[in-house]
Each structure stands twice: as C-alpha cells, then as structure tokens.
C-alpha cells in the first residue's frame, strides 16, 4: 500500500522562531509530485508549497520551504519567522502520474504558535 | 481564484436516512473528490469523478454513492445513514493539464453528524 506517514501529531514553535514538520511517504512509483496542505481553523485546506520528484532542487514560497530526500523518501516543511497565522493541521500529501490525480495524504501535524 | 463550494457547513441527520452533500466548482475542473476526514486518520479517498457521468472508487466507498450529472457538481450520497458516517466531509476539485501535478482546491467541508 502507498503511505504517508506524518510522526508528529503536534507540534508547538514560539513565534518569529523555525520550525520542522516532518513527513515520509512509500510509493513505488519513479514519477510523483509532493505537496504540503494547511487548514486553519476555518476548516478550508490550502496549498502551501509542492514539488515535484523529478527536479533536485527544493521548493520554497517565501517563509515555507522543504527539505526533500527522494532516496529517503523524505519530504519536510520547514517554517520560518513563524507566525500567528500559520497555526494550523498541516497534512503533508503525494500523488503520482499513474492515476487521475488521486492523493494520498498524511494523518496531519497540528502546529500551535505561541507569542 | 477556485472556489469550491459545499452547501452545508454543519449537517444532522438521524439513523438510516438517505443523506446529499452537493458541492460546486467554478473552474471549470475536470477531476473532483470526496473526502473523509477524521482526527488521527487524515483524509481517505471515498469517490472521485474525471469528468462527467464518470465515477471511481476511492479508499473507502462502503455505504456511499456518487452523482456527477453536471461537470461542476459532484454529490455525495449516504444511502443509509449509520452513526459510524459522522465525519467531516471534504469536497476538492482539480485540473486534468498535467493532471497529476496539479494541486487540488478544496471546499470549506461540510460537518455531518448522524443521530
């Protein structure tokens, strides 16, 4: 079966400060696109950052950022200058060229930011 | 932007009733989803559709239908109701260009619960 495994159901970070969500996956496919997921409190899910497998150099869009290790199967988000806003379940998720877009997700990380 | 949209924020419903979740896209998306979520479990694939009248099985299909008659709406059904279905349910709709590196839009999710 094709996973995603998130290890930290929660984590905390102090505003302003870094912080690491990790996430590792299992697919046997070669050709496959990454993606991290927000949901605020507010419930609406939201694209935080992508990659794709094929390309070594990591994603960034602006404070988010990922460390990708494809030997690893490894695909995490880092967070900088942390803020208030960025409190959320943070789902890490993976879709291959196989199928018709169909994705599989982690079980979540809840980040609580504190001031 | 994509906007997704699902009738009801907050659903209930009693045992053994046959239960719709309609949701509507604006952007003209070929692909669209079902989602299950459920703390501790992230999001499971119930159905999916790639384009009208088209329907496939996710993770998860027992006990729900689907209805794709438009290529905008997808509808969820529970033929059934059972209290085991009391779940956040989310809606997301995707592009078919290069379709499996395209992120998928998501509803605000509909929160069903089964008395």
């Known amino acids: 079966a094709q996973t995603v495994t998130q290890s930290q159901p929660e984590m905390s970070v102090q505003e302003a400060e870094t912080v690491t969500l990790s996430c590792t996956y299992d697919?046997?496919?070669?050709?496959?696109?990454l993606f991290w997921y927000k949901q605020p409190p507010s419930r609406q899910m939201i694209l935080v950052i992508r990659?794709?497998?094929?390309?070594?150099q990591n994603a960034t869009e602006n404070r988010f950022s990922v460390n990708f290790q494809k030997a690893a199967k490894s695909f995490s988000l880092k967070i900088s200058d942390s803020q208030l806003g960025d409190a959320a379940m943070y789902f890490c998720a993976y879709t291959t060229s196989s199928y018709n877009n169909d994705m599989r997700f982690g079980a979540g990380t809840r980040l609580t930011v504190k001031p | 932007d994509v906007k997704v949209t699902q009738s009801s924020r907050y659903l209930v419903k009693r045992t053994g009733e046959k239960v719709f979740l309609e949701c509507v896209q604006d952007?003209?998306?070929?692909?669209m989803f079902w989602y299950r979520q459920d703390p501790g479990l992230g999001l499971r694939l119930i159905y999916f559709?790639?384009?009208?009248?088209?329907?496939e099985k996710g993770d998860i299909p027992e006990g729900y239908s689907v209805s794709r008659e438009k290529k905008e709406r997808f509808s969820l059904i529970l033929e059934s109701a059972s209290t085991n279905q009391t779940s956040m349910y989310l809606c997301?709709?995707?592009?078919?260009?290069?379709?499996?590196?395209?992120?998928?839009?998501f509803g605000d999710g509909t929160r069903l619960s089964i008395l």
């Open positions: 952007m003209d998306h070929e692909n």
């Open positions: 997301a709709s995707s592009s078919e260009q290069n379709y499996s590196n395209q992120p998928q839009h």
């Open positions: 697919t046997s496919e070669s050709d496959y696109y």
């Open positions: 990659q794709e497998a094929y390309k070594q």
């Open positions: 559709s790639y384009d009208v009248k088209m329907k």
